[in-house]
């Protein structure tokens, strides 16, 4: 089973930044298509970017032009930087495996994320 710590998350001001890191301890990392998620209080965990193991990107529309993520695989970690950041944004984020074939379920047990808050 993967090991996932995720970090990089904070306070920050709405139209700010933040580069969310996730590591993962797992063999043969570059073969797994990975995402990040969150959950923002009191709502179900939802997707919010998708990485293939090739390098193709998936985002969904709420982050779109907003968001990046990319992978460095000799560091078997995940990114997520995010710019313009909203009130709306503010969540745990996670990252876990998934694959876009299979709904982008995740495959492995979840981390303890990283807390986003976006606030003045």
């Known amino acids: 089973q993967a090991r996932i710590v995720e970090s990089g998350g904070g306070l920050v001001q709405p139209g700010g930044s933040l580069r969310l890191s996730c590591e993962v301890s797992?063999?043969?990392?570059?073969?797994?298509?990975m995402a990040w998620y969150r959950q923002a209080p009191g709502k179900q965990r939802e997707l919010v970017a998708h990485?293939?193991?090739?390098?193709?990107?998936y985002y969904v529309d709420a982050v779109k032009g907003r968001f990046t993520v990319s992978r460095d695989n000799a560091m078997n970690t995940v990114y997520l930087q995010m710019n313009s950041l909203k009130p709306e944004d503010t969540a745990i984020y996670y990252c876990?495996?998934?694959?876009?074939?299979?709904?982008?379920?995740?495959?492995?047990?979840w981390g303890r994320g990283t807390q986003v808050t976006v606030s003045l």
């Open positions: 876990n495996a998934a694959n876009a074939a299979w709904n982008f379920v995740a495959l492995w047990p």
């Open positions: 797992i063999v043969n990392f570059r073969t797994y298509h």
């Open positions: 990485i293939s193991s090739a390098g193709a990107t």
